[in-house]
């Protein structure tokens, strides 16, 4: 088994993903490594028509501080400390891949959640994460 030192998990924060977060959190302890974990809020671009904008900032505040506690509640789960739980705001795979560099990980944990149909044609999340990461990727089927 290959074994990795700097292990970044990202999460949705979703129960879904704890299943996720398991094999991550295995993982890490057969390679004594560290885990890291991410979630990315990506921006809400709502507005009233297309003219007249409407204010976000007290939603995206709103959303960032319900997303750090989620993120706190989540890790304590897995033993993560705050110091390398990073909370960013973003396109998701973007925000992946740069806390991946900045953090010298040297392997991104995902949750898969399968493809059928037209979903294979027009591509996810996770392709992104996988094609551009600097990294090897695992892609940890979700229940």
């Known amino acids: ?15 879904s993903c704890k299943g996720v977060a398991q094999q991550a959190a295995r993982f890490a302890k057969q390679c004594e490594g560290q885990l890291h974990i991410v979630h990315v809020v990506e921006p809400q671009s709502l507005a009233y028509g297309d003219e007249i904008p409407i204010d976000l900032t007290s939603l995206h505040d709103a959303i960032n501080d319900q997303a750090a506690s989620y993120l706190r509640e989540f890790s304590k789960d897995f033993d993560i400390p705050e110091e390398r739980q990073y909370l960013v705001f973003g396109t998701i795979h973007h925000e992946i891949h740069r806390i991946a560099k900045e953090k010298n990980m040297d392997l991104i944990v995902v949750g898969s959640h399968g493809r059928h149909g037209l979903a294979i044609l027009f591509g996810s999340t996770l392709d992104d994460v996988i094609h551009a990461a600097h990294c090897d990727v695992l892609a940890v089927r979700v229940a």
């Open 1 to 15: 088994m290959d074994c990795y030192s700097r292990i970044l998990l990202a999460v949705d924060l979703t129960d």
